[in-house]
């Protein structure tokens, strides 16, 4: 079983909304989260999805999933405190769905609706070949390492350098053997679920996704996201 591991737990602080978290602004009629969602749902290699939510707007989440007619979604749980803690618990709700079954996961942020089917369906293959999959972005630009201050201690190769994007993808029972021991040793804020895994002695395998696949935090954000949609609906009207 391939499962959609959908985290929206966070408020936004970023985007400096009032009324509603940045999951749930509405970009070209529907929220970003649909807009994210609706990957997973069309996409023929994925079999059910959890959603990871902030607990006081589960039910407008569970509006959203009967509106829309995204019919994967087995489960929406409360988020956590940390991300690391969403993830888990979605991770937890994951394992209920499979019952068992030998399953992939595809740890995705909810507002990163930029990717595409054909992205996630590549994810899947890469774990049964490599055991794992992060999703990466080419670098644009030189990177420094630095000792936390202002000394430069490092500066690696550009073309050795790669941004970790979503999804990341891992075998069900692997991820989650990782997530239970680091929260017995009290680790609950970990980055991201590759730094979980790499920190645990797991070997990594990336693929490089589209250079779109932007993750929504502020305002300008979400003009870069109409804008990419706007060009993909000239693309289909219009050939270019």
């Known amino acids: 079983m391939n499962i959609g591991v959908i985290f929206a737990g966070g408020m936004g602080t970023r985007m400096h909304t009032k009324d509603k978290p940045k999951q749930f602004l509405e970009v070209y009629g529907r929220p970003v989260i649909i807009h994210t969602l609706v990957h997973f749902e069309e996409c023929q290699d994925i079999d059910a999805i959890v959603v990871a939510c902030i607990d006081e707007w589960i039910p407008y989440m569970r509006d959203l999933v009967f509106d829309f007619r995204i019919k994967k979604v087995r489960k929406i749980v409360a988020g956590g405190k940390t991300g690391q803690m969403s993830i888990y618990n979605a991770l937890v709700a994951a394992e209920e769905v499979a019952a068992g079954e030998k399953s992939i996961v595809l740890i995705h942020d909810g507002v990163r609706p930029l990717i595409s089917a054909d992205l996630l369906t590549q994810n899947i293959e890469c774990v049964k070949k490599y055991g794992s999959c992060i999703t990466t972005g080419v670098v644009k630009e030189t990177i420094v390492v630095t000792d936390g201050e202002d000394r430069i201690t490092n ?38 679920s590759c730094c979980l895994m790499n920190d645990y002695g797991y070997k990594l395998h990336m693929l490089d996704g589209p250079t779109e696949n932007i993750k929504v935090t502020t305002p300008d954000d979400i003009y870069t996201m109409r804008a990419v949609l706007e060009k993909k609906e000239n693309q289909q009207l219009y050939g270019f």
């Open 155 to 192: 500066i690696p190769r550009r073309i050795d350098c790669r941004v970790a994007k979503a999804p990341e993808s891992f075998w069900l029972d692997e991820i989650l053997s990782v997530q239970r021991k680091a929260i017995s040793e009290g680790v609950t804020g970990a980055y991201d």
